[in-house]
């Protein structure tokens, strides 16, 4: 406190309190995430990824309801509470827990669903720390949990073909089943990409599909290769659309609206039960088309980078987690370059 010489009267410059608004921690739980999820939405993040950080926040507000109400405020957050979180999520939280119709006892949740989870809130966390609303990121030192890499359970051939003929061509669901089947194996696309194909997505002339941005996980434009006798097949299910419904989709429902992956989900699983694929032992939905086109692509000779710009993963790594050694090609290198064909010691000798 002073005196203005001017008018002779106190003058106050500072606060007596040192709290301000925007002060490191002070920020409740609830505001702090709508803060993080309107700077997302801001960055026009996909309507799936906003929609998974509001279902993994109110996953862990409930946790954090039940084993530590006391916590209330942004800044009150530390690694052993997010860590605390991240054992309750491996061990003790079962698949569908909370929901009395679907819950699976014994079964907990995935490493790939604990790791979707801890990443968000590493998000959350990183960007609480950039706005100055964390003296330090708690989740900085969390590493997502380890799992076994399993062999993934591929069609074959002969399944491919048998789910193929499976469809019914006489009707229109189909026929455009089968067509769809041909696609996505031909092609190597996400369901939700083929179904929201339209006839302007098609260049006949270049005989490929040119998938704008906005449909691609990376927002940027693809060229996609389609073979003739496939692209035969679309143009054929267009025409029947046209002589039934007016829109431009290509894949629609019996009623014209566009198929939704659930309807094709439940309609491959009863082509596999019609030509007695064990779904338990090989799996059958949209994705292993998907898995299908890029195994048989590089063990037909497809280079790795090819493959990668035709499905657009965005790592690498995830291309190449589809290089698989045929079986009959491994054993006979094996037989070819053991050291033991080499010293030729691999028969009996005769006893003296």
């Given at each position: 406190?002073?005196?203005?010489?001017?008018?002779?009267?106190?003058?106050?410059?500072?606060?007596?309190?040192?709290?301000?608004?925007?002060?490191?921690?002070?920020?409740?739980?609830?505001?702090?995430?709508?803060?993080?999820?309107?700077?997302?939405?801001?960055?026009?993040?996909?309507?799936?990824?906003?929609?998974?950080?509001?279902?993994?926040?109110?996953?862990?507000?409930?946790?954090?309801?039940?084993?530590?109400?006391?916590?209330?405020?942004?800044?009150?957050?530390?690694?052993?509470?997010?860590?605390?979180?991240?054992?309750?999520?491996?061990?003790?939280?079962?698949?569908?827990?909370?929901?009395?119709?679907?819950r699976v006892e014994g079964c907990n949740l995935s490493p790939v669903t604990v790791a979707s989870r801890l990443r968000a809130l590493k998000t959350m966390c990183k960007f609480w720390m950039s706005e100055g609303l964390m003296k330090e990121d708690p989740a900085e030192k969390l590493k997502p949990?380890?799992?076994?890499?399993?062999?993934?359970?591929?069609?074959?051939?002969?399944?491919?073909?048998?789910?193929?003929?499976?469809?019914?061509?006489?009707?229109?669901?189909?026929?455009?089943?089968?067509?769809?089947?041909?696609?996505?194996?031909?092609?190597?696309?996400?369901?939700?990409?083929?179904?929201?194909?339209?006839?302007?997505?098609?260049?006949?002339?270049?005989?490929?599909?040119?998938?704008?941005?906005?449909?691609?996980?990376?927002?940027?434009?693809?060229?996609?290769?389609?073979?003739?006798?496939?692209?035969?097949?679309?143009?054929?299910?267009?025409?029947?659309?046209?002589?039934?419904?007016?829109?431009?989709?290509?894949?629609?429902?019996?009623?014209?609206?566009?198929?939704?992956?659930?309807?094709?989900?439940?309609?491959?699983?009863?082509?596999?039960?019609?030509?007695?694929?064990?779904?338990?032992?090989?799996?059958?939905?949209?994705?292993?088309?998907?898995?299908?086109?890029?195994?048989?692509?590089?063990?037909?000779?497809?280079?790795?980078?090819?493959?990668?710009?035709?499905?657009?993963?965005?790592?690498?790594?995830?291309?190449?987690?589809?290089?698989?050694?045929?079986?009959?090609?491994?054993?006979?290198?094996?037989?070819?370059?053991?050291?033991?064909?080499?010293?030729?010691?691999?028969?009996?000798?005769?006893?003296?």
């Amino acid at each position: 406190m002073s005196v203005d010489p001017r008018k002779g009267k106190a003058v106050t410059a500072k606060r007596r309190s040192g709290r301000s608004g925007k002060e490191v921690g002070f920020v409740g739980l609830d505001l702090g995430f709508d803060l993080f999820f309107n700077a997302k939405r801001a960055e026009k993040l996909r309507t799936r990824t906003l929609e998974d950080y509001q279902s993994y926040w109110r996953y862990f507000r409930e946790w954090l309801m039940e084993n530590h109400s006391e916590i209330d405020e942004v800044g009150q957050l530390d690694t052993a509470i997010l860590r605390e979180y991240m054992n309750y999520m491996s061990y003790e939280r079962t698949k569908y827990d909370g929901v009395a119709e679907r819950r699976v006892e014994g079964c907990n949740l995935s490493p790939v669903t604990v790791a979707s989870r801890l990443r968000a809130l590493k998000t959350m966390c990183k960007f609480w720390m950039s706005e100055g609303l964390m003296k330090e990121d708690p989740a900085e030192k969390l590493k997502p949990p380890r799992k076994d890499t399993e062999e993934k359970s591929v069609i074959v051939d002969e399944q491919l073909r048998d789910l193929v003929e499976a469809a019914d061509v006489d009707t229109f669901a189909g026929f455009r089943d089968r067509t769809l089947m041909l696609l996505l194996a031909d092609t190597g696309l996400r369901i939700n990409e083929a179904l929201r194909l339209e006839s302007t997505h098609l260049d006949i002339a270049s005989r490929c599909i040119r998938l704008p941005g906005h449909m691609n996980k990376n927002r940027k434009p693809r060229i996609v290769p389609v073979s003739a006798s496939v692209l035969r097949e679309l143009v054929i299910l267009m025409e029947e659309n046209r002589s039934y419904f007016d829109t431009d989709f290509i894949f629609l429902a019996n009623y014209g609206d566009p198929l939704k992956a659930d309807q094709f989900r439940k309609r491959l699983s009863q082509y596999a039960d019609k030509v007695g694929i064990d779904r338990k032992v090989t799996p059958v939905s949209p994705h292993r088309f998907r898995d299908y086109f890029c195994t048989n692509y590089l063990l037909n000779g497809g280079d790795l980078f090819t493959l990668q710009r035709i499905v657009a993963h965005a790592d690498i790594k995830t291309t190449q987690g589809y290089v698989k050694v045929n079986e009959g090609a491994m054993r006979d290198s094996h037989s070819q370059f053991s050291p033991l064909s080499r010293l030729g010691m691999t028969r009996a000798g005769k006893r003296r």
